[in-house]
């Protein structure tokens, strides 16, 4: 019901401008209704670190992976959405694997999956440039989950490390249709 509430809310914000945040956090907590597994929050950021000598270790922090779920409403006539999430990845490994992930999955009102994107993927690395992704066109109706995954996996005699700390992230719908019209009332008072 919040989520609901929350989305008519961003509508209703949105209507009025040609570019509208749908979320925004930098992760001082865990997001409202976000699932959480082993993630830790300093101001900013979330972060996922662990070294594994012979061990399997992986980490969850996710809007819409499990209950609750909570997906934010793109608004209608929004010719596109952008992504942005700033961070630092350090990923690394003898013999075994590391890495962090992240995804986008959208959803419609009726609840039929539209996509479900595997955005980013990096194994024993270091990076540091911005995830920006892109939603061009998408359907009126359309709600975006979010999930981030991390893991280090060592085998015997083996090591691997992760530490990912994820800054800030931004949504913003971008479109001209999102605008009011000029012969609105709020239209009409904005022109004076």
């Known amino acids: 019901m919040k989520s609901i509430l929350f989305s008519i809310l961003v509508l209703f914000a949105c209507s009025s401008f040609a570019d509208c945040v749908i979320f925004e956090t930098v992760f001082e907590e865990l997001p409202p209704g976000w699932h959480n597994d082993r993630w830790t929050f300093n101001n900013p950021g979330a972060k996922a670190q662990h070294y594994s000598v ?12 499990y209950p609750p779920q909570v997906y934010y409403f793109v608004p209608d006539g929004a010719d ?5 999430i700033e961070h630092v990845l350090s990923a690394a490994t003898d013999e075994g694997g590391a890495g962090g992930q992240f995804w986008i999955s959208s959803t419609t009102i009726g609840g039929g999956l539209i996509y479900d994107e595997h955005v980013f993927w990096y194994s024993s690395i270091t990076d540091n ?17 979010f999930y981030f995954h991390a893991e280090a996996d060592a085998g015997p005699f083996e090591y ?4 990912w700390k994820i800054h800030s992230m931004v949504v913003t719908a971008y479109g001209s249709a999102m605008e009011l019209q000029s ?3 709020a239209g009409i008072k904005s022109a004076f």
Do not use: R
């Open 54 to 65: 012979g061990e399997f270790w992986e980490c969850d922090m996710s809007s819409s992976l």
């Open 129 to 145: 440039d911005p995830i920006v992704y892109s939603i061009i066109d998408p359907p009126d109706g359309t709600y975006l989950g």
């Open 183 to 185: 012969g609105t009332w």
């Open 160 to 163: 691997a490390s992760i530490n």
């Open 80 to 84: 596109s959405v952008v992504v942005h």
